[in-house]
């Protein structure tokens, strides 16, 4: 265990930075952990809510923790998800990323190196979002919107041909420079001619703290605002769900509620490598971090933290 710990440190640093940051995602899938002390746990009800969301689990890996945690243990193993999140609003749906999608297996082999495989991989069985809904006897999705569209959460785009697939403008133009690698943007799975893209506009004014926003329905309920940092144009969403309860899905700016807590983004090796712009990443980890200080009761789900998600619950269940 600490052998291999060793190796893939050992590799890291014989990388050249430009490989290194395209390792972006792999380390997402080291997902870190932490408690989550502050937050509170939520119930969920397999009862739909009029505004809530589901989380759907698409595929984890398992990962020690000490590799991105700094003082966590080698030989403590933790999951890393990669999930999707349902959110429903009265009779409309939407999901916010896509995680492990159908062509996941061809799409891996495409876009990720060899080299790579052996640190950052997955685990199966994957379970598509669009499958799930699919068994639950949802209706095909019109809305699907990306945090940001790395490979593991980009995934299951191919998956939702009916639906509009909203991005910033900042992450369109990463799409269409795709590349590979596991902090990729990955052709296979984002190049497609008949991916229907939506712009979003964040043209709604200041929400929570940020300056821009774009409120989907009009009512608070359900906001988008910019993220910039590790990517070009990460994007975060708030939902506020029948409870009055706040939720802030804040996609990979942060692996952990505690590394927001600590205002430290990501384990030292893991930020110099994985984040797009570290300077702005670690802004917006600020800012997440502000709001928690003001608002402690605002529960943030970062997208790869199993230890939050295993307490909300998973689809079809609803946190409401
Ligand atoms: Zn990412």
């Not at 243990?73 to 890393?80: C, H, Y």
């Not at 590394?259 to 917006?284: C, I, M, N, P, Y």
């Amino acid at each position: 265990m600490a052998h291999s710990t060793d190796c893939q440190y050992g590799l890291i640093m014989y990388l050249p930075v430009r490989a290194l940051r395209r390792a972006v995602i792999p380390l997402l899938a080291l997902t870190l952990v932490a408690t989550v002390s502050a937050q509170t746990r939520v119930p969920a009800s397999s009862a739909a809510p009029e505004i809530g969301f589901a989380i759907i689990k698409t595929a984890k890996v398992s990962v020690m923790q000490g590799l991105l945690k700094p003082g966590g243990s080698f030989s403590k193993k933790i999951d890393s998800n990669f999930s999707a999140f349902l959110v429903k609003h009265h009779q409309d749906y939407l999901l916010f990323d896509t995680g492990m999608g159908s062509r996941l297996a061809d799409q891996y082999r495409q876009g990720m190196p060899m080299w790579w495989r052996p640190f950052f991989k997955y685990e199966d069985p994957v379970l598509p979002a669009r499958a799930q809904l699919d068994q639950a006897g949802l209706p095909p999705l019109r809305r699907v919107i990306l945090s940001h569209s790395h490979w593991d959460h980009a995934g299951g785009v191919t998956d939702f041909p009916e639906a509009r697939i909203g991005v910033s403008a900042e992450e369109l133009d990463v799409i269409r420079h795709p590349g590979t690698g596991p902090g990729g943007t990955w052709a296979s799975q984002v190049g497609a001619s008949t991916i229907q893209w939506q712009v979003l506009a964040f043209n709604d004014g200041p929400h929570r703290g940020y300056d821009r926003s774009l409120d989907l329905f009009q009512d608070g309920t359900v906001v988008l605002v910019p993220m910039p940092g590790h990517t070009p144009g990460s994007v975060g969403l708030f939902v506020t769900v029948d409870s009055g309860k706040v939720y802030f899905f804040i996609g990979d700016v942060a692996w952990t509620v505690d590394a927001v807590r600590a205002g430290a983004a990501k384990f030292w090796a893991a930020g110099l490598l994985v984040d797009h712009e570290a300077d702005q990443t670690q802004r917006s980890v600020g800012q997440v971090r502000a709001l928690l200080q003001a608002h402690p009761d605002i529960v943030v789900v970062p997208a790869h933290d199993s230890t939050v998600q295993d307490q909300l619950g998973y689809f079809p269940d609803w946190v409401r």
